[in-house]
């Protein structure tokens, strides 16, 4: 009996060995680590535009929304004061590297800070390059309602959305964040999981499983990468006027691989 429990807990260490960020084991890519001063790099980056979703329908590409200063890319969600001509009750600023640079087959990291509003809903997020959501997938690196101490970490696909097996395997975690400091929030991409990060503590992971049910993993493929500060919606719910505007302040993206 001792000699199985040894097998079993030498078993559960190797599972989760492969989910724990090793600094030996992983070399840095790309960073972007925001210290040109005035303005993000238009190479990499690109203003998400408005639309019809909850996420995207504040969306704007009005300039004081954006910032590059002190190292840090400053995102804002703000009340519509300004542009009478927009029926936007809010506007709000978002960047993704889409058609710039995509990510696979590694670690994505992300130091922020995350100011805290009654309606705010900062996220970091991927989309496949190619595909349709939500056949395609999407994986939510971070969401934070409103002044959470926590933070949600989810996948999205044909499987979990249209099927709705979202608990075989389970399809979003939470976890603890610093609400009035910066954390960092981490997801890697994997041929058959992704493993999800806080702070370097592992909150959850979606594997590849054998299923005869369609689209369960199509996370192995290109992924770009989406910042954004939101507001509103039908899952944060309305926002207090009052405490807009509130910021998000991203210190670093960076992203690391195995050495071949």
């Not at 506007?91 to 710039?100: H, I, M, P, S, V």
């Not at 990468?225 to 670093?252: F, K, N, R």
Request: proline share 7%.
């Amino acid at each position: 009996m001792k000699n199985l429990y040894a097998v079993c807990l030498a078993g559960l260490s190797l599972l989760m060995a492969a989910c724990t960020p090793s600094p030996h084991g992983w070399q840095l890519v790309w960073e972007d680590d925001f210290d040109q001063d005035g303005t993000f790099d238009a190479a990499v980056w690109s203003k998400i535009p408005r639309g019809g979703s909850d996420w995207n329908n504040f969306m704007s590409d009005d300039d004081t929304l954006f910032a590059v200063r002190d190292g840090q890319l400053i995102l804002r969600g703000v009340q519509n004061l300004t542009h009478p001509e927009d029926t936007a009750a809010f506007l709000t600023g978002g960047l993704y590297t889409k058609d710039k640079k995509t990510f696979m087959d590694g670690r994505l990291e992300i130091k922020a800070k995350l100011n805290g509003a009654k309606g705010a809903w900062p996220a970091f997020w991927m989309l496949p390059q190619e595909g349709q959501w939500p056949m395609g997938g999407e994986i939510d690196i971070m969401e934070r309602l409103n002044h959470d101490s926590i933070a949600y970490q989810t996948v999205h696909s044909h499987y979990t959305y249209d099927l709705g097996f979202k608990d075989t395997p389970p399809h979003g975690s939470t976890g603890p964040i610093h609400p009035e400091d910066y954390n960092i929030y981490a997801v890697e991409l994997y041929a058959d999981s992704l493993c999800f990060f806080i702070n370097d503590v592992h909150t959850f992971t979606y594997p590849r499983i054998e299923t005869e049910q369609e689209g369960q993993f199509p996370f192995h493929q290109p992924f770009y990468l989406l910042v954004d500060m939101q507001l509103g919606g039908s899952w944060v719910g309305t926002v207090d006027p009052a405490e807009v505007p509130v910021e998000m302040y991203i210190d670093w993206v960076r992203f690391y691989q195995k050495p071949k």
